[in-house]
């Protein structure tokens, strides 16, 4: 195993484990709002502090994007680590145990690294690039899934309204398949692209934290990851379109608009 991939994962579970001890006392967490619908808790932070204090300890010269205490480190470091310390902060309030860690290595702005561990679940997603991507120690791979109606996508988008968007062009893209599933953690929703679990996933206004880790476990697992004209650019625009090469050419076909 890489040994940048192998500090990753020390950091993911000791952050898994500060999630799970708070987890079984929710009455007990400070929880304040950063937006409207943008929740953070002391949980999210007290994680983030470990995952970064892990990293830092192995590779001082590194620098660290995190969602709660922003860039650590220079800002042209060659390696850069990018963490969500707990993607699914409002299922995590609720008690709804659908969240995840997040943590990933660029290099030169290449996703090389990426772990996602759900500590309710105790199921760890890694990847190495060229290496391809794992579930606790089991190979695994995208959707073997070929017709679009048999599909089953995660969703995101901020608003409801949102869907409507572009002329309706969201509309298009999910009437068409088995199901969509909006679960609040999007981290999770693109494991469950390079597990197979979900077919594909779209989503709309993300940022780097929650789509970085991902991103990587989907393309070593055979998946494609690109932004919702089939570029690239989505770690930058936050619109990211993923899943298995079948199901994602069918899911761009449906995003482009209709000519009359
Ligand atoms: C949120 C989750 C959610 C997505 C939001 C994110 P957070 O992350 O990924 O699925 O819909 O856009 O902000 O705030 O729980 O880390
Ligand atoms: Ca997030
Ligand atoms: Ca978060």
Redesign the pocket.
Known sequence: MHPMLNIAIKAARRAGTIVNRASLDLERISVARKGPR???TDV?RAAEESIVETLQAAYPDHAVLG?EFGLQGPEQAEFQWII?P???????IHGLPN?AVSIALTQRGQVTQAVVYDPSRNELFTASRGSGTFLNDRRVRVSSRTRYAEALLGA???RSGDADAGGGRFRQMTENCSGVR??????L?LAYVATGRLDGFC?L???P??VAAGSLLIQEAGGLVADLDGEQGWMDSGNVLAGSPKIFTQMLAALQPKQD
Do not use: A, I, Q
């Not at 707990?86 to 995590?92: A, H, P, R, S, V």
């Not at 909006?182 to 981290?187: E, I, K």
């Open positions: 943008d929740y953070v999210d969602e969500d707990l993607d699914g902060t409002t299922n995590f969240y995101h988008w901020p909006r679960m609040g953690s999007t981290v929703d989503g206004k993300l940022k934290w929650d």
